[in-house]
């Protein structure tokens, strides 16, 4: 079963893949995480990049934040329908199941074997359980593991927390995409970049927890510079992930905003925000004002 913490996929696998790492004295420049304001043709929101999963009590928002949450009428999240965990469930179920699938440690380097074994007992489950699912839900699955070792949460995490803001204020919530987007995502993905999903999957659950801490350090440092330094650019040797996954997104969000109605705060992971054809350039080329907040 997909753990609650793990529905929003799509930045925690970003996380996964590429390790932020961080300069302290850098990021203490900055006042928070990265917000902006938008602006175009009478629309006006605000664009603000977030972190999927975190520690519980962590400490980020600031008063500018509250101020643009409270003059924004909606929330328009990466994804609609996140929150309602049985049908993510379901939905994860019946893409990523498949019959007649080779053993899960067939699909992983002889090498990684015994670390694969040792991290689906971590959290767990059994391989043959495992191989049920096609390599790119088994690595989704095991991706969880990781995540519960270094102490955070998807319930603990930056959308969670906004939901709940908005529906206390009876805002509408909407997504750029669907739940069923993202598990496509993964799923249209050739087997090859698949297994190395999955390998990247399992020598980073094993490993990660120092890359998490100094990704976070500078997201809660609003530091878009090493973002996109150390983080978006470890996707560039990458294209098969890189491209689905982070810039043909960026382009279907930058046609979507503009369609959006009243006054949105619009939530998507700090990597779209960072790096070549983030979604804030492509919104700029479109005529849009974009101006930083903090």
Not at 9 to 24: H, P, Q, R, S, T
Not at 102 to 127: F, I, Q
Not at 220 to 229: E, F, H, N, P, Y
Request: hydrophobic share 40%.
């Amino acid at each position: 079963m997909i753990r609650k913490q793990f529905i929003t996929v799509i930045g925690l696998v970003l996380l996964l893949l590429g390790a932020c790492k961080a300069d302290e004295r850098e990021a203490s420049r900055q006042t928070g995480p990265a917000l902006w304001k938008i602006e175009k043709d009478g629309q006006k929101g605000f664009i603000f990049g977030t972190i999927h999963v975190l520690p519980r009590d962590t400490d980020w928002q600031t008063q500018a934040l509250r101020q643009a949450m409270a003059s924004s009428d909606r929330l328009v999240l990466e994804a609609s329908g996140l929150d309602d965990v049985a049908k993510t469930q379901k939905i994860f179920d019946e893409m990523g199941l498949s019959a007649g699938l080779p053993p899960l440690a067939a699909r992983v380097p002889a090498s990684d074997r015994p670390a694969l074994e040792a991290l689906a007992e971590r959290g767990g489950m059994r391989t043959d359980d495992l191989s049920r699912y096609e390599s790119w839900a088994a690595a989704l699955r095991l991706a969880t593991v990781g995540q519960s070792d270094s102490g955070v949460s998807g319930d603990d995490g930056v959308e969670p927390t906004l939901t709940k803001a908005f529906k206390a204020e009876d805002k509408p919530i909407l997504g750029l995409e669907t739940v069923e987007d993202q598990f496509a995502l993964f799923d249209r993905l050739p087997e090859e970049v698949q297994r190395r999903l999955l390998r990247d999957t399992v020598e980073q659950g094993n490993a990660g927890k120092d890359d998490y801490a100094q990704m976070l350090r500078a997201w809660l440092a609003g530091d878009m510079k090493v973002i996109a330094r150390d983080f978006v650019a470890d996707l560039a040797p990458e294209p098969e992930l890189a491209g689905p996954l982070l810039t043909d997104r960026n382009r279907k969000w930058a046609a979507r905003i503009p369609l959006l109605p009243g006054r949105p705060f619009i939530a998507v992971g700090a990597a779209h925000l960072a790096g070549p054809d983030n979604l804030l350039t492509l919104l700029e080329q479109q005529g849009y004002k974009v101006t930083k907040i903090q």
